[in-house]
């Protein structure tokens, strides 16, 4: 059973950055297609990452692909979102999330969500 637990989430200026982290344990993430998404206030859960199971296909949402990156560390088992240049938009819980095929920036079936880690932009 997979296990997610994300951090790095805080209260950034417009313009900051951020380095979210998403922990797994229980398998391997490289066995999984791999996501984020996030939720803002009143709005629905979107889709901005989706990575397939072999990691050689990135999706990014339109919104984020300028300034939004994504590395692994496979020896902690451990996906990270690097966003730059963050706006007051961007504010919004963000999930990082485990299952099989992508749908454009999002993925196909979730299995394994985690609890969510908060970013606030704003001045």
């Known amino acids: 059973h997979l296990q997610l637990v994300e951090a790095g989430g805080d209260l950034v200026q417009p313009g900051g950055s951020l380095r979210l982290s998403c922990v797994a344990s229980g398998s391997g993430l490289d066995s999984f297609a791999v996501g984020w998404f996030r939720q803002a206030p009143g709005k629905e859960r979107e889709g901005i990452l989706c990575?397939?199971?072999?990691?050689?296909?990135?999706n990014f949402a339109e919104t984020v692909e300028d300034r939004f990156a994504t590395s692994r560390d496979v020896t902690k088992n451990t996906l990270y979102l690097h966003m730059n240049n963050l706006k007051p938009e961007d504010t919004a819980v963000y999930f990082c999330?485990?299952?099989?095929?992508?749908?454009?920036?999002?993925?196909?079936?979730?299995?394994?969500w985690g609890k969510g880690t908060l970013v606030n932009v704003s001045s």
């Open positions: 990575i397939n199971r072999r990691g050689g296909r990135l």
């Open positions: 999330a485990a299952g099989s095929g992508c749908w454009d920036s999002a993925l196909a079936r979730v299995d394994y």
